[in-house]
T-cell receptor, first 114, second 110 residues
């Protein structure tokens, strides 16, 4: 099976802009989660979607939003970018609901905000 | 609030020198404990899932164990290619998010 894919792999934006990141889960997985990874804070949970519904949301401002499509693909959007949003954004998918809660991660999108 | 603490933060081993990494956690009802390995600039790579105290999983030179308060990742006769950051995470009852520790950076010297 193909793994989790994320596009783009690298992005450079300027403060105030917005950005959309995309994630394609492992085939058959209906749960997609997003995480932000920075050297100072480590891996922090953003939100999780299952069958197009957001089930969990982390402690991030409303500038961070996401959605999931009927084919389980997911996007996250960050509006009004700030310097502190520079990070590695990771997407993970799981077969949640089948008894296996393991999350499998993609390679990440490296976002640099100037 | 779910919490994960990993120790040590960094560990240097000679090739062949076995050791253990610790992950202590607090959670209201554990759904699962997960170990990952992460290489620089890459996404975390799944290693093990543990669901209940007393459970053990093995893969090549790695063995993960779980108690009600902590998990250990034992590395037997490590090789330089085992050098990476090892991450521990938990999922609590009624939650679909993972809470991660800060990781242990392992360096294996030839």
């Amino acid at each position: 099976k193909a793994g989790v894919t994320q596009t783009p792999r690298y992005l450079i934006k300027t403060r105030g802009q917005q950005v959309t990141l995309s994630c394609s889960p492992i085939s058959g997985h209906r749960s997609v989660s997003w995480y932000q990874q920075t050297p100072g804070q480590g891996l922090q949970f953003l939100f999780e979607y299952f069958s197009e519904t957001q089930r969990n949301k982390g402690n991030f401002p409303g500038r961070f939003s996401g959605r999931q499509f009927s084919n389980s693909r997911s996007e996250m959007n960050v509006s009004t970018l700030e310097l502190g949003d520079s990070a590695l954004y990771l997407c993970a998918s799981s077969a949640s609901g089948t008894g296996d809660e393991t999350q499998y991660f993609g390679p990440g999108t490296r976002l640099l905000v100037l | 609030e779910d919490q994960v603490t990993q120790s040590p933060e960094a560990l240097r081993l000679q090739e062949g020198e076995s050791s253990s990494l610790n992950c202590s956690y607090t959670v209201s009802g554990l759904r699962g404990l997960f170990w990952y390995r992460q290489d620089p600039g890459k996404g975390p790579e799944f290693l093990f899932t543990l669901y209940s105290a007393g459970e053990e999983k093995e893969k090549e030179r790695l063995k993960a164990t779980l108690t009600k308060k902590e998990s250990f990742l034992h590395i037997t006769a490590p090789k330089p290619e085992d050098s990476a950051t090892y991450l521990c995470s938990i999922s609590g009852a009624g939650s679909y998010q993972l809470t991660f520790g800060k990781g242990t950076k392992l360096s294996v010297i030839p």
